[in-house]
């Protein structure tokens, strides 16, 4: 792994990455929710590009990792321009974006402002919408009204907190209710195990996009991380195949 570096955003925000040179079009991997770049989908990928001298583009969201700022000051938009900066100050040329759970939702913003720079978007448990479908509607009446809410993290001991900026932001990039003009090749792929994505998320975006080349890769026994071992085979056959 190359060292991380940062990148100094107009208000002052230092954003950690990896970037490594080499041919493109380049990957770019956009963790999860409160996920960093040094999580082992991310870091697989970015060893493979390495050894392929290909260009890739690890990131930590301002507030998240290695980058400065707080968790609660983030949301979708912040983030979603994060992205973009370090594209623009690190690549020139195609893009492909790599986008995991909440990243899946971002990656179809950071598609949306490429453009003609956009080669391709692959899902892992992409989870478009989740501000919508993901809470109760208790819940989204106290993030409304600016509360911020707990729920029981899987995945760790601290419960997970959505803060009320996060959601009310969120719920202004809705995408699954109309067309979606992202038209370059798609690759999703989703575990059917997926405790906290249902699979058929997936299947929503994909009548959603634009594009015709479009490929939905289900694990029978997969669950939301999709980190085992033959997971991340399989997420490496379906991001190369968007490039050889």
């Known amino acids: 792994m190359s060292d991380v570096q940062f ?27 409160m996920s960093d770049m040094d999580g082992g989908k991310a870091t697989s990928i970015f060893a493979a590009a390495q050894e392929e001298r290909r260009a ?5 969201y301002s507030g998240c990792g290695q980058s400065s700022g707080e968790f ?8 979603r321009d994060d992205v973009l900066a370090l594209i623009d100050a690190c690549i020139d040329g195609q893009v492909v974006i790599i986008g995991s759970s909440m990243g899946g939702w971002l990656m179809l913003l950071v598609a949306e402002a490429l453009g003609n720079r956009l080669a391709g978007v692959v899902g892992i448990a992409a989870a478009p919408d989740f501000a919508d479908w993901g809470y109760s509607d208790d ?19 601290e419960p997970t907190p ?12 809705i ?6 003009d992202i038209a370059a090749p798609v690759r999703l792929l989703h575990g059917q195990c997926d405790a906290d994505v249902p699979w058929q998320v997936s299947m929503q975006l994909a009548e959603r996009l634009r594009s015709d080349d479009i490929q939905i890769a289900l694990v029978k026994d997969g669950d939301h991380r999709l980190s085992r071992e033959q997971d991340i085979a399989l997420l490496h056959r379906q991001v190369w195949s968007l490039l050889d």
């Open 7 to 33: 990148h100094e955003m107009a208000d002052g925000q230092r954003i950690a990455y990896r970037y490594a040179e080499g041919k493109g079009p380049a990957l770019v991997f956009l963790p999860g929710y």
């Open 72 to 79: 609660a000051d983030g949301s979708l938009s912040i983030w």
């Open 56 to 60: 890739c583009l690890l990131l930590d």
């Open 175 to 180: 995408r699954l209710t109309g067309p979606i």
């Open 162 to 173: 959505t803060h009320a900026k996060f959601w009310q932001d969120a719920m202004t990039h």
């Open 139 to 157: 819940q989204k009446s106290q993030l409304a009204s600016g509360v911020t809410i707990y729920e029981d993290n899987l995945y760790g001991p």
